[in-house]
């Protein structure tokens, strides 16, 4: 009596126990009456499964990576210094109006994300632009200086590490309503 070589493979017991599901072993005959062959082999009509399910999953979910250019990022003491000294520059609040109203940086303007920045942009081409949000990671403001970059020509961006929390747990100035 020959053993089946799959059950010596500890790392393919995967495909054992996916074989003794309904679902599995239904897709398993099917692959078997395309091809033309009950081959009973395990390891073969496991993998055409899984080559099968890989390439599903990859057209139904593609891999989306991160974008490849990322902003630069200015601390939060930095900006605190650059703002003591009277540096000309413009800090932009990233979050939705109703949020910039209930608390953003002192002196910052309000520049909500958008999935897509429409214009007229309002924004200064001259002077360096610190963005932030109260995103985790600083996501929008990340996504707001990518797009302000690639599609509108601004060169001169930063994104404020910890964006909007951090700058209130550290004590910096703040303001509320419109600037």
């Known amino acids: 009596m020959e053993l089946n070589p799959v059950s010596k493979l500890p790392a393919l017991d995967f495909l054992k126990s996916a074989s003794l599901n ?3 072993r239904l897709r398993l005959k099917e692959l078997r009456k395309t091809h033309g062959k009950e081959s009973g082999n395990l390891l073969e009509d496991g993998m055409k499964v899984l080559t099968i399910l890989v390439f599903v999953l990859l057209v139904l979910f593609p891999v989306v990576s991160a974008p490849s250019e990322s902003i ?19 800090v932009v609040d990233a979050q939705p109006k109703v949020a910039y109203e209930m608390g953003h940086i002192k002196g910052a303007i309000n520049f909500p994300w958008a999935a897509e920045i429409k214009p ?15 995103c985790a ?3 929008d403001a990340e996504d707001l200086g990518r797009q ?3 599609k509108w020509g601004y060169t001169n961006i930063k994104v404020l590490e910890g964006g909007w929390s951090r700058w209130r747990k550290l004590g910096y100035p703040v303001e509320k309503g419109e600037n």
């Open 72 to 90: 630069e990022r200015m601390a939060p003491e930095e900006l605190k210094e650059w703002m003591e000294s009277r540096a000309d520059i413009v």
């Open 120 to 134: 007229p942009l309002a924004l200064s081409r001259s002077k360096p632009l610190i963005l932030y949000c109260d």
């Open 137 to 139: 990671h600083e996501e």
């Open 148 to 150: 302000l970059s690639q």
């Open 22 to 24: 309904p679902v599995f």
